[in-house]
């Protein structure tokens, strides 16, 4: 009997160890529930290679079947990812949790739906995610505490740079590709150009002749002090430009939808932050 009472014990600890299975749709939110989670999380990211346009992305049956094993799902939301509401329709699961970013900021369809770029957006993630794995995994709530805590603090980090550069930089007049970086531009404070543009590339619509001629007058005559660049969604009209940004001495800011290999989060906002910085002070 005893045999008994310890090999049932010891196989529940084996179950209870079972790490909690999480699945982000964009790896950065899978990198900050790795931060959370720790060694009680395994994490798996299906957007995560830089160097792929995020919108030519087609799900796969590994998508799917990872999908259909998680216990957590998290992804962006209002039309950025929307292949992730096919995927779920048709995998049903009522214990999963299903964490959609932007609906947890109170964002709505038609909004800019690159919300990452937000300063605000990640810490009230993290806190959400952190609540939900407290609730499954109550025994391990010192280390979700811990490691939340640790990640509000580095979040601090992005929060004193950015009231940096807003206090010396405010006002500054700005163009981009398309609205990726738009959160964090209105963050810093600039006057964003442009807006009318960059929602057609965003859209996959023909800008029009007139919205063409504003951005491409703004970068000819130095009108703007910064150019934001997506490096992942590059064609023939996005690549003059940047030919026509470097024409008018204009700075280009390169600037991704998918977190660089290697780095974290917090890291990769400093790094572009830094790039920010750096551009002005040439100026």
């Keep these: 009997m005893k045999r008994l009472l310890v090999l049932g014990a010891l196989l529940a600890g084996l179950v209870s160890a079972a790490p909690i299975k999480i699945v982000a749709a964009e790896n950065f939110y899978g990198d900050v529930a790795q931060q959370i989670g720790g060694a009680n999380v395994a994490v798996t990211s299906i957007l995560s290679n830089p160097n792929q346009d995020p919108h030519l992305f087609e799900a796969s049956p590994s998508t799917a079947r990872a999908l259909s094993g998680a216990d957590i799902v998290v992804y962006s939301g209002i039309d950025y990812d929307p292949w992730m509401d096919k995927l779920l329709s048709a995998s049903k699961n009522p214990k999963r949790q299903i964490l959609v970013v932007a609906s947890l900021l109170g964002k709505k369809a038609g909004d800019n739906p690159h919300v990452w770029y937000d300063p605000a957006t990640m810490p009230i993630y993290a806190k959400a995610l952190h609540a939900d794995l407290v609730r499954r995994d109550p025994g391990h709530k010192t280390q979700y505490d811990a490691n939340l805590s640790r990640f509000l ?20 007049p700005v163009t981009a590709t398309e609205p990726v970086f738009g959160y964090m531009s209105d963050a810093l404070g600039f006057k964003m150009r442009n807006l009318p543009f960059q929602m057609s590339v965003m859209n996959d619509a023909e800008p029009s002749a007139s919205q063409t001629a504003a951005i491409n007058n703004d970068l000819k005559t130095g009108a703007v002090k910064l150019f934001f660049y997506n490096d992942q969604v590059t064609d023939p009209l996005t690549e003059k430009l940047k030919m026509l940004a470097r024409q008018g001495g204009v700075p280009v800011v390169g600037v991704t939808e998918t977190t660089p290999v290697k780095l974290h989060y917090v890291e990769w906002m400093l790094s572009q932050l830094k790039a920010i910085q750096t551009a002005l002070a040439k100026k």
Excluded: E, L
């Excluded at 979040?155 to 004193?160: A, I």
């Design 153 to 172: 603090t580095s979040m601090k980090t992005v929060s004193s740079q950015v009231a940096s550069i807003r206090a010396r930089y405010a006002g500054t």
